[in-house]
């Protein structure tokens, strides 16, 4: 006995840790009292022990019976020796391990309260804490939580500055506070301590991505060892080059990712996304469907294999992958959105802005929360667009008042809408009441400045327009967009010398293949309308260098050929290759049209024509070109119908967009037409 006892009493002090000194003995009046003393601890160390053998086994086998076992002596081994502050650790453990977050909460902040500085203590307080959190559905009380976590992880660091986990902890904590710069001071301090330590460059490169900060993202990861080796800080870095419009970059780091971690349904996906915003549609579908195969109930990946597959005109495929989006997110408002625009590449406008209407007249009860308003914003100005394709202006321009309510931002951009949508309905005088109403409102914003300047261009005011726009150089801070203005004020006016140098000088300002693209197609027109055929097939033969699939020269340069009856095929191909990107675009259906009349191809002609006038009943040049082509086919009633309608419409036309030698053009052949007809309707009543 004696020996199991001496057994017992080792095994005791090796799972009790070191107790604080007990209290000294009292003094000898109290008899018995060292005996008592000695007794009480060796019955603690008992206690202790026993809780910490029944605390194992229920960590190996889940019994609860060990549980409650293990707190029932950790509670006696407490009560004989109170001043325990291991024992209250214990006691605090198994408690939070059986879920008695009450009472464990309690034991450690009594401990603490003891010895502030236990660190054992105050990390297993702070633990407690993070498990709760998920437990509160209240938002107020979920923030308690949090600060009582963040106090205690503050506490944590100043006993020991090393703790890396509380460290990452309490950065954690701080961005659920949007307290971002405590969070990033935490992760700097620990980088530099750690510069490899993987979860820390995690962290800190997520956190000043959600900040759009990705800079110093590229800065630290892309020089950095650990982040080489490790798929989850690849695809980060990935991440801040795609922010920084860098996609061949973002698309190496992703790629670089997926070697280490194939199987990445993330990296995978920011990798799809790159190659989508990078302008590889092809590439990005591969990868689309590849998510599909790996998950395919995701209504994400639909969703996008269905817009490359719409922008591509593979309508149908787009349906049925928008179809199985629509299918698993019903009521997504992305999904719908892209229904419309789905609809609107069919063809089917009607369509398209009922699916938007739907979708306004339920957010609209909605409208006081933020996210609401953001979506509305969206769906309000798609709407008023759809209403504009479809010549319903007025509409138009009651949405895009209703876009107007809904915030500073989204009134700037409905009062840039305003106008242009009453200049495409030719009622110009309303469109500058509407742009000079923009400008007493934002006075010094360049984008309203240039909007008047335009409008003013579309009624012949040229110097104005053009003084207008050059005082903005220099000062706002975009001259390419302001240099490109300028070239549409001169070219409005027939200042074509001024206009092509405006040109160049947008030109030596472009930074991207875009905006060069444009400047070249802008400069092709210039020289078009002057008649200089050679540069301004120079122009758009470079235009479609740099991007094949570039509609308004396809369409531009195709028309400028049909128009003068040279290379008529080729004609006929540029303006197809544009139809392929915008089916329904009603001036490319009548360039096409238009070429096919010029090769005497009448029925295909009459084909595109008509679906042209659909697309675009008040352009003159449309009606005009039907009317040839009835009169061509011996239609000549239908002939001088169409023909009036497009003298009616020109006669409705800005003066920007007058061609007097058309309209002495057309007035010249109604009349000619009229006077045959007359003449033939004289024959026939004349006496035989």
Do not use: C
């Amino acid at each position: 006995m004696k020996a199991a006892l001496s057994v017992l009493a080792v095994l005791s002090l090796l799972a009790y840790p070191a107790l604080p000194q007990q209290p000294p003995a009292p003094a000898a009046s109290e008899a018995g009292s060292p005996a008592s003393s000695a007794d009480r601890q060796a019955e603690a160390y008992y206690h202790f022990s026993m809780g910490h053998s029944y605390e194992q086994l229920f960590e190996s086998t889940a019994r609860s019976e060990y549980a409650s076992l293990a707190i029932e002596h950790f509670k006696k081994a407490y009560e004989l020796d109170p001043a325990s502050t291991v024992i209250g650790e214990r006691l605090a453990e198994m408690y939070a391990k059986t879920q008695r977050i009450r009472d464990a909460v309690l034991e450690a902040q009594e401990v603490i309260r003891r010895d502030p500085n236990n660190l054992p203590a105050r990390r297993l307080l702070a633990r407690i804490y993070l498990r709760t959190l998920g437990s509160w559905s209240a938002a107020e009380r979920q923030r308690e939580i949090v600060r009582r976590a963040i106090e205690q992880y503050q506490e944590i660091l100043r006993l020991d500055p090393a703790d890396a986990d509380a460290a990452l902890w309490l950065a954690r904590l701080y961005r659920t506070q949007n307290e971002h710069e405590k969070a990033e001071e935490v992760l700097r301090q620990l980088l530099t301590r750690e510069p490899q330590n993987e979860r820390a460059l995690e962290q800190y490169a997520q956190l000043l991505l959600d900040l759009g900060r990705p800079e110093p993202v590229v800065e630290r990861l892309a020089n950095t060892a650990a982040a080489l080796e490790s798929p989850a800080l690849l695809g980060l870095l990935g991440d801040a080059y795609a922010q920084l419009g860098q996609y061949d970059r973002a698309e190496a780091a992703f790629r670089d990712a997926l070697q280490l971690d194939p199987r990445s349904i993330p990296l995978r996906r920011g990798l799809a996304r790159t190659l989508l915003a990078g302008q590889k549609p092809d590439q990005a579908l591969e990868q689309f469907l590849r998510l599909i195969e790996l998950e395919p109930q995701e209504p994400e990946h639909h969703l996008r294999a269905a817009q490359i597959y719409r922008e591509q005109n593979r309508l149908e495929e787009a349906e049925q992958h928008l179809l199985r989006a629509r299918e698993r997110a019903p009521g997504n408002l992305e999904v719908i959105y892209n229904e419309a625009l789905l609809y609107e590449a069919q063809g089917r406008f009607q369509d398209a802005i009922r699916v938007l209407a739907d979708a306004v007249v339920a957010l609209k009860p909605q409208r006081e929360q933020e996210s609401v308003r953001r979506t509305l914003a969206v769906l309000y100005e798609q709407l008023g667009r759809l209403y504009r394709e479809t010549d319903q202006f007025s509409t138009a321009v009651a949405t895009f008042r209703e876009l107007e309510s809904l915030g500073e931002e989204e009134e700037k951009r409905a009062l840039l809408l305003i106008p242009d949508t009453l200049r495409m309905a030719r009622d110009l005088r309303l469109a500058l009441t509407e742009s000079r109403r923009a400008l007493a409102r934002f006075p010094n914003d360049p984008s309203f400045i240039s909007s008047h300047a335009l409008l003013l261009a579309e009624g012949g005011e040229t110097k104005e327009a053009a003084r207008l726009l050059r005082n903005l150089l220099g000062r706002a801070g975009d001259d390419y967009s302001i240099y490109l203005a300028l070239t549409q004020v001169y070219e409005r006016g027939r200042a074509f010398s001024e206009a092509e140098k405006a040109a160049r000088q947008a030109e030596a300002l472009s930074q991207t293949p875009a905006q060069r693209e444009l400047v070249w197609f802008m400069l092709g027109a210039i020289y078009e309308r002057q008649e200089k055929l050679q540069p301004a097939e120079e122009a758009f033969r470079k235009v479609l260098a740099s991007n094949p699939r570039h509609a308004l020269t396809l369409n531009y340069y195709g028309y400028m050929l049909a128009e003068r009856g040279l290379r008529l095929e080729e004609a006929v191909a540029l303006v197809r290759r544009a139809l392929e990107q915008e089916p329904h675009n009603g001036f490319y259906l009548d360039s096409l049209g238009w070429a096919y009349f010029k090769l005497g191809q009448f029925e295909q002609a009459e084909t595109y024509l008509t679906r042209a006038a659909e697309r675009a009943p008040h352009n003159p040049t449309i009606l005009d070109h039907l009317g040839d082509l009835y009169q061509q086919t011996g239609r000549h009633q239908l002939a001088v119908t169409f023909w009036e309608k497009a003298l009616a419409e020109w006669q409705r036309a800005l003066p920007s967009e007058l061609e007097p030698e058309k309209i002495s053009a057309l007035e010249r052949k109604l009349a000619e037409l009229k006077r045959q007809l007359a003449q033939k309707s004289a024959e026939r009543v004349q006496p035989r």
